[in-house]
């Protein structure tokens, strides 16, 4: 079986830009999870959606949505773009969202 | 709001010597998780814990739970090159089910 699927791997883009990244759960698994990592950091919580509703929302400003698809991929938009965007983006799922999560290998954006 | 705290920030060990990284919370936990990370690499889910005083055991790696569920402990015996990485703790909040992360333990083997 796959595991979580991330694209794309890395992204550059300019200040003010928008940007889409795409994450595919486990099959099976209804619960994707967004989190933010700086370099030497902890991953940030940003977003938990499970069964195409959004059950948990970190401490990000508007800038940053997701949304979840029938077939329980996701996608998270951010606008906007800020220098201090630039962060490893990582993806997890899991069966029902509580219990281990399973990590893509994430999509490292670069905003210049 | 819910914050663990993770210590040490690094640890140097030589290969074949025992390494332990510890996090610990001012509340009670429901839960506590590891996760290791390879550098440059994604976070691997290791091991969750729920009972007071629970302890796992995988392989050369042991998880603690204490009994007060306030604290927990990952110890690796005899280090290998494969070991090397970082270390996390994390929290499932019951609100929102995000995880809140300790700040990680970086393991490094020294030449």
């Known amino acids: 079986d796959a595991g979580v699927t991330q694209s794309p791997t890395h992204l550059i883009k300019t200040r003010g830009q928008q940007v889409t990244l795409r994450c595919s759960p486990i099959?099976?698994?209804?619960?994707v999870s967004w989190y933010q990592q700086v370099l030497g950091q902890g991953p940030q919580f940003i977003f938990q959606?499970?069964?195409?509703?959004?059950?948990g929302r970190g401490n990000f400003p508007d800038r940053f949505s997701a949304r979840q698809f029938p077939n329980y991929s996701s996608e998270l938009n951010v606008n906007a773009l800020l220098l201090g965007d630039s962060a490893l983006y990582l993806c997890?799922?899991?069966?029902?969202?509580?219990?281990?999560?399973?990590f893509g290998s994430g999509t490292r954006l670069t905003v210049v | 709001g819910q914050q663990v705290m993770q210590i040490p920030q690094y640890q140097h060990v030589q290969e074949g010597e025992d390494f332990t990284t510890y996090c610990n919370s001012s509340?009670?936990?429901?839960?506590i998780q590891w996760y290791k990370q390879r550098p440059g690499g994604h976070p691997v889910f290791l091991i969750q814990?729920?009972?007071s005083g629970e302890v796992k055991k995988q392989k050369r790696l042991t998880f603690q739970f204490g009994e007060a569920k306030k604290n927990s402990s990952l110890h690796i015996t005899a280090t290998q090159t494969t070991d090397v990485g970082t270390y996390f703790c994390?929290?499932?909040?019951?609100?929102?089910?995000?995880?809140?992360w300790g700040a990680g333990t970086k393991l490094i083997i020294k030449p």
């Open positions: 509340t009670t936990l429901s839960n």
């Open positions: 099959s099976g698994h209804k619960s």
């Open positions: 997890a799922s899991s069966a029902q969202g509580n219990y281990g999560y399973t």
């Open positions: 959606y499970y069964e195409k509703e959004e059950r």
């Open positions: 994390a929290v499932i909040m019951d609100s929102n089910y995000q995880l809140i």
């Open positions: 814990l729920v009972k």
